[in-house]
């Protein structure tokens, strides 16, 4: 009698555990199909300032992509530069540039446009990461944040194309402390984790609570 308990709660554990990987792949695939088409906000806040490669912001451009027939945007930044965080403990993000984020992430929701919002350029880890490590977690804590009660249609993109110094193998362990600070307040966000060596296989890993 005792063998067949044995063997039916072996049973019953492989089934849920088979369950619980179909219902997390199925979530993927509703996840992927969901964000449908997207265009990336480019060369506006990845560039040192808004104004440096001649494409500031304009709020006409969101209803624009939206009338284009896309379902997303990406939303590349640097937050990385001296005006817009400071680069000394306690790395704090200045305000004015977080409500500027936020102004454009508010506009995109406002069209039901899903927005990916990323750290982008942000060369001095790649050089130095045990360096900047603090700056780049202090960074991530203070966007999950800031952003924490904001619907699931803000998606956070941990780091663009991580290469050079920070290895594939030093990228998992970053990434696995920054999303340990997102979650701490974005329990149910989705994160994306872009490849390491600058993502030659076009490949991202999606992580789903």
Sequence with gaps: ????RKVWLIAFGLILFVNILWCQERALFEF????????????VFEAPDEQAW???FK???????KESGFDHIRVP????????????????ITPSFLQRIKLVVDLA????????????????????????????LAQWQQIATFFKDYPNDLIFEVMNEPHNQLTPELW??????????IRKTNPTRVVLMGVAEFAQNENATVHMP
Excluded at 1 to 4: A, G, P, R, S, T
Excluded at 32 to 43: D, H, I, P, Q, T
Excluded at 77 to 92: E, F, M
Aim: net charge positive.
């Design 1 to 4: 009698m005792e063998l067949k």
């Design 32 to 43: 992927n199909r969901s964000m449908g088409k997207g265009v990336n906000l480019g060369n």
């Design 54 to 56: 001649g494409n500031p």
């Design 59 to 65: 709020n006409e451009f969101i209803p624009k992509i």
């Design 77 to 92: 930044i640097r937050w990385d530069t001296q005006a817009r965080c400071l680069l000394q403990s306690p790395y704090t």
């Design 109 to 136: 929701l406002q069209q039901k446009l899903k927005v990916i919002i990323n750290m982008h350029n942000h060369d001095e880890i790649f050089v130095s990461p045990a360096q900047v490590k603090p700056r780049f």
């Design 172 to 181: 998992n362990v970053y990434f696995a402390d920054a999303l340990t600070e």
